[in-house]
C-alpha cells in the first residue's frame, strides 16, 4: 500500500472510531437529553481547550446567536459551564464540567493509549523516527502557515 493510501487509511478509520464512540457513548449514556449535535459541540469545546463563545462560533462557521444558544443549552444540560477568563476579566472560557468528563470517559486520553500499543510494536529508534514524523506532521498539516507577502516592484 501507498504511503498516501496508509494515511488515507489511518484518517477513515480514526474518524470511524470517533463517530462509534460518539454514538455508543450515546446509546449507552442515562440522560438521553445529548444529542449528536450537542455531542460534537462538546468535543469542539474540549478539543478547542476553554474557548470563548467568539471562538467557539468562528471555528464552528456558525453566527454568534447561533453558538450562544448552543452554549446556553449545553450549559442548562451541565456539561459545560462558563468561566471568567483569569487575564482579563471581561472575558468568558468555556469549560467542560465533571458530568462531561463522566461522559467522555477513556476518550479524552485516547492519543496516549494509541500511542502505548505502538510503543510495544516499535523499536526504541523506530519511535524516535516516529516522534519527528510526527512533529512533521503537526507542523506542516495543522499548524497554519504565513503566506509571506509579495512585494511589488517599483516600475523605473
Avoid at 32 to 50: A, G, K, P, Q, R
Avoid at 56 to 76: G, H, M, R
Avoid at 96 to 104: A, D, R
Wanted: glycine fraction near 4%; hydrophobic fraction near 35%.
Amino acid at each position: 500500500m501507498k504511503t498516501k493510501n496508509k494515511l488515507d487509511c489511518i484518517y477513515k478509520n480514526f474518524k470511524l472510531m470517533v463517530y462509534k464512540n460518539v454514538f455508543k457513548g450515546l446509546k449507552d449514556k442515562k440522560d438521553d437529553t445529548l444529542s449528536s449535535s450537542d455531542f460534537f459541540c462538546l468535543e469542539c469545546v474540549y478539543l478547542l481547550d476553554n474557548p470563548t463563545i467568539s471562538e467557539f462560533a468562528n471555528f464552528l462557521d456558525i453566527s454568534s446567536p447561533n453558538a450562544t444558544y448552543k452554549v446556553k443549552q449545553l450549559i442548562k444540560k451541565g456539561y459545560i459551564k462558563k468561566e471568567k477568563n483569569k487575564q482579563d476579566g471581561r472575558e468568558y472560557r468555556l469549560v467542560p464540567t465533571e458530568k462531561f468528563y463522566k461522559f467522555y470517559g477513556n476518550k479524552a486520553n485516547y492519543g496516549e493509549v494509541i500511542m502505548n500499543n505502538i510503543e510495544k510494536s516499535l523499536e526504541k529508534e523506530d519511535m524516535k523516527k516516529m516522534d519527528k514524523v510526527l512533529d512533521v506532521i503537526i507542523d506542516k498539516v495543522f499548524k497554519p502557515t504565513k503566506k509571506k507577502k509579495k512585494v511589488a516592484k517599483a516600475k523605473a
